[in-house]
């Protein structure tokens, strides 16, 4: 019936848009880490499972008339919870400024809490859509084919994926796609309440017809505890590996929709092709191809930065695809008739939230490094021994089964060594590691012993800062902030420097600290970090760091997101002092690009002192930034400068100076004679100004490595 594909398609549409949508809200809040994307899909999984477990239970346990009831009942109390949030906050969807955090602490139940309370009841309702109306047209028109329904729904859902970063993203502010999205939901629970109301008047026992089609045997057997839990591994294996190849592209790269979207599209399109039909998939076509897409994922395991960026995102992208194909073509295979579909969607959701789960909040929590893609792979490769293994029509019990079962298991049992091996290679010779919902430290020890030694600190594959363990160098400004970089530059001959005047210094993005090194006394520098585990490092816990203790400058280090601290401190009054503010957020292995718009760019100038500098670090493996911050600058009038230091490398202090590329901002061209000879003028390129509605990374990426720098 016309009425619930269209309902079932919308709320597919409208489930799978609100989630790139809160999650570019919520993102900047908490620093642009890849794992708010992660803590988001923890909470729609769970969400699912709830939805899913619902509407097991309505259609199992009641009749028709109390379901359309009870169903009702929850529409109408989602409506009212998405119109009182609209009162609140002047926006549908989009928390007020008072949800905000004021520091880093728990950022994940924070985020989870600011989800319950903006989208929680409206996505519960859309959730349980699929599966309820599903079984209402089991109901309703007995014979027909229902899983269609579920591949149209994965349709929508994809629809919903697409449109965002390349339609809506790009043309429309964030509270007008809000509104958008508060109007679709009331045209959906209308729709809803019209299907529940015709299902209201059906008479009957609360079990749905079965299919006549042939492709089910019409059984009411509930499924037997080895089933049940193998659909629920297999849903859960895909769901790792979503999170994971996810997490990895961020890291990688940088947290923005499309990098969301791209793995979530590959995901549900598998389930596209899985339920549609048996002729997407097979395992004589699939298994080959999870071979070499493992390959090529380890591949680009190993080299890691040191990849091109096209070999990592198709290395990773193939890969997930393949796993989720492999995964959902088995679930395809093991589908019960209709009566049982409510459960399997349950196992399913169970599956996805057991996923999210282990990536959102145990991984975090408990693995060094970011081995939750290596545990998913090894979990698919043992799926992938099981689930044909229970298949006594497959290849390994075939007139060469024997062999196909011992090659098959050797190959499985390689894979899981080469996997355990390479989850260990980043922390080779590490003194300290560690992970939060920040990203993954390490602290590591090279140049053996002497002046020579010394320890880095790396954020994932990129060094963040070095300091010599002793002697003379150890107060040496080294990395990417020498004195002949352009933040060095910009310190030593900053006219008040010049003139024997303190410095007043904004840093954002601490480091170790490196910065420090040029402080003397009646300085201030003050940095601003999000990472606890940073700030402490920095502070000397563990003896590694010691610019900030042993600097002459008076320093203070804010806790919380650089642009919230901030805007913060405007609000509560504090003058525009800053003779200099450092923009040090951008060489990492993922962008914060909440700290790259003209909003952002506003609150920086609101802050710096007559004569004062933006220095911008634009150092990054695979994405050019210079045109956005050029682009940026001109908004404002500002005039720009850009430093290269290239250092020689049979210099005495070379292994400490980094390649670097530094843009300098000022209202007024910098005429100083040192830093004018050292700097050229910005090269102006056509484009949009990013702001806090817009952004187009694609524009910045470099597919071969620009500058390496670690």
């Not at 969301?260 to 598998?270: C, G, K, R």
């Not at 992208?317 to 989720?324: D, I």
């Not at 100083?672 to 102006?684: H, I």
Request: some cysteine.
């Amino acid at each position: 019936m016309p009425l619930f594909a269209s309902v079932i398609v919308l709320s597919a549409f409208l489930l799978f848009l609100v989630q790139p949508l809160i999650g570019r809200v919520v993102l900047p809040w908490f620093g642009g880490t890849p794992a708010v994307w992660t803590t988001c899909m923890l909470f729609f999984q769970v969400l699912l499972l709830a939805g899913y477990g619902y509407s097991h239970l309505l259609a199992a346990r009641l009749r028709a008339g109390r379901q359309a009831r009870l169903h009702a009942l929850l529409l109408a109390a989602a409506a009212l919870a998405l119109g009182a949030a609209t009162i609140a906050w002047g926006t549908p969807l989009i928390p007020g400024p008072d949800w905000r955090p004021a520091d880093s602490a728990f950022p994940t139940l924070r985020v989870l809490a600011l989800l319950s309370v903006s989208v929680g009841l409206p996505y519960l309702v859309l959730s349980t859509t699929g599966p309820l109306l599903q079984a209402w047209f089991c109901r309703a028109f007995p014979g027909r084919p229902v899983y269609r329904l579920y591949a149209l729904s994965n349709l929508g859902s994809i629809l919903a994926l697409l449109s965002y970063p390349f339609i809506l993203e790009p043309l429309l502010p964030v509270g007008i796609q809000a509104w958008g999205w508060a109007v679709g939901f009331g045209l959906f629970a209308a729709g809803a309440l019209a299907c529940a109301l015709f299902v209201a008047r059906l008479k009957g026992p609360p079990s749905v017809a079965p299919e006549q089609s042939g492709d089910f045997a019409p059984t009411r057997e509930r499924p037997k505890a080895p089933r049940f839990a193998l659909w629920t591994l297999l849903a859960a294996a895909a769901s790792v590996m979503l999170l994971a190849v996810t997490n990895q592209l961020c890291q990688e790269i940088a947290v923005v929709p499309f990098l969301w979207i791209a793995p979530l599209v590959l995901y549900l399109l598998s389930f596209v092709l899985c339920f549609e039909s048996t002729r997407w998939y097979t395992r004589r076509r699939f298994l080959p191809a999870l071979f070499t897409a493992t390959g090529l994922a380890i591949a680009a395991l190993h080299l890691g930065p040191t990849a091109n960026l096209g070999l990592q995102l198709g290395a990773y992208l193939l890969l997930l695809f393949c796993c989720a194909m492999v995964c959902h073509g088995e679930l395809a295979a093991l589908k019960p008739p209709p009566q049982g579909l409510t459960g399997f969607y349950f196992a399913l959701a169970l599956g996805g939230a057991l996923g999210g789960v282990l990536v959102g909040l145990v991984a975090p929590r408990v693995f060094k490094g970011l081995w939750e893609l290596h545990l998913g792979l090894g979990g698919t490769w043992l799926l992938v021994l099981v689930a044909p293994a229970r298949d006594r029509g497959s290849a390994l019990w075939g007139r060469h089964g024997r062999l196909a079962r011992w090659g098959l298991a050797s190959a499985v049992i390689g894979l899981l060594g080469f996997l355990a091996l390479n989850a260990g290679e980043p922390l080779e010779g590490a003194r300290w590691s560690g992970r939060s919902f920040y990203g993954r430290l390490a602290v590591t020890e090279v140049g053996g012993s002497g002046e020579q030694r010394r320890f880095e600190l790396r954020h994932g594959p990129v060094v963040h800062g070095l300091q010599f363990a002793e002697g003379p160098r150890r107060a040496l400004a080294t990395t990417y902030y020498g004195p002949d970089s352009g933040v060095g530059l910009a310190l030593r001959r900053h006219p008040r420097r010049l003139e024997g005047a303190p410095l007043r210094v904004g840093v954002v993005g601490l480091g170790v600290g490196t910065l420090a090194a040029y402080g003397r006394p009646g300085d201030r520098f003050r940095f601003y970090e999000i990472n606890p585990e940073v700030i402490r490092l920095a502070r000397g816990d563990g003896g590694f760091f010691g610019f900030l203790a042993e600097s002459a400058a008076t320093i203070e280090v804010v806790e919380g997101d650089a642009r919230i601290s901030l805007e913060r401190e405007l609000r509560a009054g504090e003058e525009a002092d800053l003779d200099l503010l450092v923009l040090d957020a951008f060489s990492s292995d993922s962008i914060p690009v909440h700290l790259l718009t003209r909003e952002a760019l506003a609150s920086y100038l609101a802050r710096l002192a007559p004569g004062g500098v933006i220095a911008v670090h634009v150092s990054n493996l695979f994405l050019d930034l210079s045109p956005v911050v050029a682009r940026l600058a001109a908004a404002f009038g500002l005039s720009v400068a850009i430093v290269e230091s290239n250092p020689p490398p049979s210099a005495d202090e070379a292994e400490a100076q980094f390649s670097s590329e530094w843009m300098l901002l000022s209202r007024s061209p910098l005429s100083e004679p040192e830093l004018a000879a050292a700097s050229r003028p910005a090269r102006e390129r056509p484009g949009r100004g990013w702001t806090d509605d817009f952004s187009n990374l694609f524009e910045t990426v470099v597919f071969s490595r620009r500058l390496l720098i670690d």
